[in-house]
């Protein structure tokens, strides 16, 4: 691959242009509610009337470790933006293992499995209200605790729906609902919530009232290519988010006190019959959910139990937990799981939670069938100049991409799978050339 001292000179300058700028303006930055640290996102810079648009291999080897330098000299996050595909595949082509270092190599081989089973669409989503820490909303017993107007001193992920009834008896359900729903209604995205759904699982729970997943997943799917469902089923073959503790766009279907649960017990008991599924088709993964509802015990159970029918696999896990911390989480057998610190510390396990799904992201990445997307699109030239061995693969390819429209080669009924082969890595045979 090229190195950051092989590309042309001239795109240094809007490196340069770059890096001062964000360190010039990082001391006026101030980290948001929910964060520890400033978080700066930006596109590919100069890829668009900056003069690179054709030349974006040599922009993007000059960025990104100017990005990541500047991020460490300033203490800041940065985040880069792609719109494109192919520059995408290339941005996740050169990074290296480094960016991950400050975690176990242990659980980097998690992070690697995981991706893996994305890409291959192996796995599904269960999202609990540590993902959203970033955005300063806040976790069951902040949320409880403002709805209560003071602190909880017997506050445990058990007891809250007991402590959510004495709180709505004394205030109503209604009104209870209500505030619940106004507290969380919230689009606003994290670094976290797009990573998860560029994933692109396409089965997704999460106990979360608020909106934040979905408009990541507009992003990424627009409004019409999932379904959105409140204690229902889906009936399309769209991929689909099921919120089981209700939406606070709809406050009347939000499950938070022992009477919500038992008016809604039926329901609730078909939401974990999905849950499982869940666990006995994919690889289920939980991120920010304590585990501690009983119910999800006695799911996780029954899984087990079927499982040991198999011939072979039942001792594998089936379930991996991403947790804030070890105390954020209840251990489950048949679940594997990793913290992001040792002691609780929500904001900075917050952050080290959206650096590992970076990494999950990076390894689907480079795990799906477009992960050279960029391979053969002469836009990227520029990150080959030092790799032989890719250099040699796309000369091997040239004549292809470059058949004659009147070769007979392109009649015969394997062409078509040739085609789509050199398409899926970037060239444009049979298409009509526009830039990335």
Do not use: C
């Not at 964060?35 to 890829?47: D, E, M, N, S, T």
């Not at 690179?52 to 000059?62: P, Q």
């Not at 994919?282 to 991120?287: K, N, R």
Request: charged share 25%; glycine share 6%; net charge negative.
């Amino acid at each position: 691959m090229a190195t950051a001292g092989a590309h042309a000179p001239d795109a240094q300058w809007i490196v340069d242009g770059v890096t001062e700028a964000i360190a010039d303006f990082v001391g006026k930055l101030d980290a948001v509610q929910g964060r520890i640290k400033p978080l700066v996102a930006l596109p590919i810079v100069g890829a668009g009337e900056g003069g690179f648009r054709r030349r974006r291999g040599a922009l993007i080897s000059a960025l990104l470790p100017a990005l990541q330098k500047v991020a460490q000299d300033t203490d800041i996050d940065v985040a880069l933006v792609l719109n494109s595909e192919r520059d995408h595949a290339a941005v996740q082509n050169l990074r290296g293992k480094q960016d991950w270092s400050e975690f176990k190599p242990e659980d980097l081989s998690v992070a690697d499995e995981l991706g893996r089973r994305a890409a291959k669409r192996e796995l599904s989503l269960f999202l609990g209200s540590g993902v959203s820490v970033p955005l300063g909303l806040p976790d069951w017993q902040g949320l409880l605790a403002e709805l209560n107007g003071v602190p909880l001193p017997d506050y445990s992920p058990a007891e809250a729906p007991r402590i959510a009834q004495t709180i709505s008896d004394k205030i109503g359900a209604d009104q209870l609902h209500a505030t619940v729903a106004e507290l969380t209604a919230i689009s606003d995205v994290s670094p976290a919530h797009l990573l998860l759904a560029g994933l692109g699982a396409r089965q997704n729970v999460t106990t979360n009232y608020d909106l934040a997943y979905e408009s990541a997943l507009e992003g990424r799917l627009k409004v019409e290519g999932f379904r959105t469902l409140s204690r229902e089923l889906a009936t399309e073959s769209q991929p689909w988010l099921l919120k089981m503790h209700g939406d606070a766009r709809r406050p009347h279907s939000i499950v938070l006190t022992t009477d919500d649960y038992a008016r809604l017990e039926s329901d609730y008991r078909s939401v974990l019959s999905v849950v499982e599924t869940l666990m006995l088709t994919s690889h289920l993964m939980f991120v920010g959910y304590s585990l501690e509802d009983e119910d999800f015990s006695a799911a996780g159970q029954r899984v087990r139990q079927v499982r040991a029918l198999a011939d072979k696999g039942a001792d594998t896990d089936f379930a991996t937990v991403l947790a804030l911390h070890p105390q954020a989480v209840k251990q489950q057998a048949g679940f594997q799981t990793v913290a992001m610190l040792d002691a609780p510390d929500p904001p900075a396990a917050a952050r080290r939670l959206e650096i590992f799904l970076d990494r999950i992201s990076w390894a689907a990445a480079r795990a799906q069938q477009r992960s050279h997307a960029h391979l053969l699109d002469p836009h990227y030239d520029d990150l080959f100049i030092n790799d032989a061995s890719a250099t040699s693969l796309r000369d091997l390819l040239a004549p292809l991409v470059n058949l004659d429209p009147e070769n007979p080669a392109r009649k015969s009924s394997a062409w078509e799978r040739v085609e789509s082969l050199l398409n899926d890595l970037g060239a444009r045979v049979g298409q009509t050339a526009h830039d990335p």
